[in-house]
């Protein structure tokens, strides 16, 4: 069990970057690899080889990064059997070290379908050159999005008693139309979730911290405020052979806006200390 986080920064999708270059997965017609970065959660990538995929981010001159968090949703690594699951790194975009490696045998037996992979890694250091790559399958590797980055992370976990229930699920349709109201693409069925969050007795170190991409207040203002989609998770463990098997698809929330609350109008119960209250609108990522 670990602390609840927001995956928010996410290098394949960091454009404000002076220099920033992805070199995308191979894909099948139809499965493009930029669905993994383009915030619509009911589209996959799949690859048009069953050999070693890799996802490769060049974060440009001078903008070294550190990565601690991978997070890939409806990955199909269960049913495709990738060798492994790799996350690597670079100064100089020839020589690899890992960051993070998991032989997918290892953890296929405690799993009873593709749901989400969350990985944790921490003190890698910063680095320009990251990749996240699918060892060789037996069938195509699928995934939907995908984040390497870096996570802000509660202090404590999240009390049971504030009403947060990571069972509860609301079945949902989704039409594409055009302009003219005329339906351009199928309906997709979801399960949309409305967890809401209570913090309690939390530093104003951490409600208000500001710092970009780390800090819970800037992403309150830069994400939440404007509806920008992230991860959410209760329980960010990792998966290698659970006993018993956590329940991934329900522990973790792609979120779309946030539609309560946040630290702007948290309470203050004493000098130097808040209760923070929200709650967000996402789709489980099962």
Request: hydrophobic residues 35%; aromatic residues 14%; negative net charge.
């Amino acid at each position: 069990m670990s602390n609840p986080a927001i995956l928010v920064e996410d290098f394949f999708r960091r454009t404000d970057l002076t220099g920033h270059t992805v070199t995308d997965f191979s894909a099948a017609t139809g499965f493009p690899a930029t669905r993994l970065r383009d915030w619509k959660d009911d589209r996959d990538w799949k690859a048009n080889t069953t050999g070693t995929q890799t996802y490769h981010v060049d974060l440009g001159n001078g903008n070294d990064l550190e990565a601690d968090t991978l997070a890939i949703l409806k990955c199909n690594y269960k049913t495709s059997a990738p060798s492994a699951i790799r996350v690597h790194y670079s100064d100089n975009d020839v020589d690899w070290f890992a960051a993070h490696t998991t032989i997918t045998a290892a953890i296929q037996g405690n799993r009873t379908s593709d749901y989400i992979y969350t990985k944790l890694f921490d003190g890698i250091g910063a680095h320009r050159y990251w990749r996240l790559q699918f060892g060789a399958a037996s069938s195509a590797v699928t995934a939907r999005e995908v984040f390497l980055g870096r996570r802000i992370e509660f202090p404590y976990g999240i009390d049971p008693a504030t009403g947060f229930d990571p069972w509860a699920d609301v079945p949902q349709n989704r039409v594409y139309e055009s302009e003219k109201g005329r339906v351009v693409e199928t309906i997709s069925d979801f399960v949309q979730r409305l967890p809401q969050w209570r913090f309690r007795v939390i530093t104003e170190s951490f409600w208000d911290d500001v710092t970009p991409w780390t800090g819970f207040r800037w992403w309150w203002e830069n994400y939440a405020l404007l509806g920008r989609p992230a991860v959410f998770a209760w329980n960010l463990g990792e998966i290698t052979n659970p006993d018993p098997e956590p329940q991934f698809e329900r522990d973790t929330v792609y979120g779309v806006p946030v539609i309560q609350g946040g630290p702007t109008t948290a309470t203050s119960i004493d000098r130097g200390y808040r209760d923070i209250k929200f709650g967000i609108r996402g789709r489980r990522s099962g």
